[in-house]
T-cell receptor, first 114, second 112 residues
Framework: AQKVTQAQTEISVVEKEDVTLDCVYE???????LFWYKQPPSGELVFLIR??????QNEISGRYSWNFQKSTSSFNFTITASQVVDSAVYFC???????????FGKGTRLHILP | DTEVTQTPKHLVMGMTNKKSLKCEQH?????MYWYKQKAKKPPELMFV???????INESVPSRFSPECPNSSLLNLHLHALQPEDSALYLC???????????FGPGTRLTVT
């Protein structure tokens, strides 16, 4: 069965600090996709990244970086030099190849304090 | 243009009303989705349309009725809803299955 666990329910950091959001997943498939989404207070989910299970290279996009480790079934997300605008709920998600649906974790609520 | 639009933004309806939610995308995506999201919870999948055919119905009560008139439009018809159906209803689309989904801003529904 598929499962995504985001153990951190809520995190608060002071602006400019780095913060890492953890994501651990379970799947029996060898081929799958992992995603991160951001949901700011406005409510709209914003797509951040999609990663294929065969591609374990870490990715960096501006202040955002992702660390994919198949050995520990983790796909962690780091925000460097956090800003108040980063305050949101962040969801990690998993999709098995050929499946129409993605499984979301419960989300981590991130507060960036000025 | 990675935009999914949803109307209305807010909807208040009584338990005997019939209303519809509308979702539109012009990205050429062939998969469209309806989700329901309660406060402080992740989105819950309701329906998936793939190439305009219903491919997943996650055991949603019949008072919710989806419709996909064409590849750009997705509707959700509501009838005889219950107060517990009050939630944020999100529409999403993706190029095909397995691809990232792009979400609309949602319709905040209140059933009185």
């Amino acid at each position: 069965a598929q499962k995504v666990t985001q153990a951190q329910t809520e995190i608060s950091v002071v602006e400019k600090e780095d913060v890492t959001l953890d994501c651990v997943y379970e799947t029996r498939d060898t081929t799958y996709y992992l995603f991160w989404y951001k949901q700011p207070p406005s409510g709209e989910l914003v797509f951040l990244i999609r990663r294929n299970s065969f591609d374990e290279q870490n990715e960096i996009s501006g202040r955002y970086s992702w660390n994919f480790q198949k050995s520990t079934s983790s796909f962690n997300f780091t925000i460097t030099a956090s800003q108040v605008v980063d305050s949101a709920v962040y969801f990690c998600a998993l999709s098995e190849v050929g499946d129409d649906k993605i499984i979301f974790g419960k989300g981590t609520r991130l507060h960036i304090l000025p | 243009d990675t935009e999914v639009t949803q109307t209305p933004k807010h909807l208040v309806m009584g338990m005997t009303n019939k209303k519809s939610l509308k979702c539109e995308q012009h990205m050429g995506h062939r998969a469209m989705y309806w989700y329901k999201q309660k406060a402080k919870k992740p989105p819950e999948l309701m329906f998936v349309y793939s190439y305009e055919k219903l491919s997943i119905n996650e055991s949603v009560p019949s008072r919710f009725s989806p419709e996909c008139p064409n590849s750009s439009l997705l509707n959700l018809h509501l009838h005889a809803l219950q107060p517990e159906d009050s939630a944020l209803y999100l529409c999403a689309s993706s190029l095909q299955r397995d691809y990232e989904q792009y979400f609309g801003p949602g319709t905040r529904l209140t059933v009185t």
